[in-house]
T-cell receptor
Framework: DAGVIQSPRHEVTEMGQEVTLRCKPISGHNSLFWYRQTMMRGLELLIYFNNNVPIDDSGMPEDRFSAKMPNASFSTLKIQPSEPRDSAVYFC???????????FGQGTRLTVV | KNEVEQSPQNLTAQEGEFITINCSYSVGISALHWLQQHPGGGIVSLFMLSSGKKKHGRLIATINIQEKHSSLHITASHPRDSAVYICAALPLGSNYQLIWGAGTKLIIKP
């Protein structure tokens, strides 16, 4: 397996534009996490899916953020409209079960100008 | 006070030295993770442990549940070990919400 795959690796966009980040978890993993990493706040959990169902989205900053997992092999994180304070590295991670080792994607570095 | 504290924040050592990074936590946990983040940004899970000791190559992780303390050791350190090492605790009763340490930035000089 190629591991967790995220795209794009880098995204530069203008304030107000819609941004969509994509994640393909490891096949067979039933838990998927979206994290945001900034210098100020470190790693923050945005949303957790289990068996494609959003279990906890309390970390999603505001209504501008939304995440979907239409099937076991694909998830998206969308920001609309984007703002400069959204600039961060966004990681997707998947686990076989909730209490097993997490595998992270390479991250998407988002810059909103 | 953070619930997960790492020390030191920064560590610079010479190639070949034995490295120890510490992680203390104040809550009851079911597991503790050690992860590595390279300068390129990718995050790799090194260990997940709930008791005792685990070893993988030159890396050793230990945990003392009673003392609420874990250590990550690197033997015969090498410049390619230079990275940020992060510990994260899974509190009792939580299925997924990790409490993250701030990370230890390790630089190994040749």
């Amino acid at each position: 397996d190629a591991g967790v795959i995220q795209s794009p690796r880098h995204e530069v966009t203008e304030m107000g534009q819609e941004v969509t980040l994509r994640c393909k978890p490891i096949s067979g993993h039933n838990s998927l996490f979206w994290y945001r990493q900034t210098m100020m706040r470190g790693l923050e959990l945005l949303i957790y899916f289990n068996n494609n169902v959003p279990i906890d989205d309390s970390g999603m900053p505001e209504d501008r953020f939304s995440a979907k997992m239409p099937n076991a092999s694909f998830s998206t994180l969308k920001i609309q409209p984007s703002e400069p304070r959204d600039s961060a590295v966004y990681f997707c991670a998947s686990t076989l079960e909730w209490n097993t080792e997490a595998f992270f994607g390479q991250g998407t570095r988002l810059t909103v100008v | 006070k953070n619930e997960v504290e790492q020390s030191p924040q920064n560590l610079t050592a010479q190639e070949g030295e034995f490295i120890t990074i510490n992680c203390s936590y104040s809550v009851g946990i079911s597991a503790l993770h050690w992860l590595q983040q390279h300068p390129g940004g990718g995050i790799v899970s090194l260990f997940m442990l709930s008791s005792g000791k685990k070893k993988h190559g030159r890396l050793i992780a230990t945990i003392n549940i009673q003392e609420k303390h874990s250590s990550l050791h690197i033997t015969a350190s090498h410049p390619r070990d230079s990275a940020v090492y992060i510990c994260a605790a899974l509190p009792l009763g939580s299925n997924y919400q990790l409490i993250w340490g701030a990370g230890t930035k390790l630089i190994i000089k040749p």
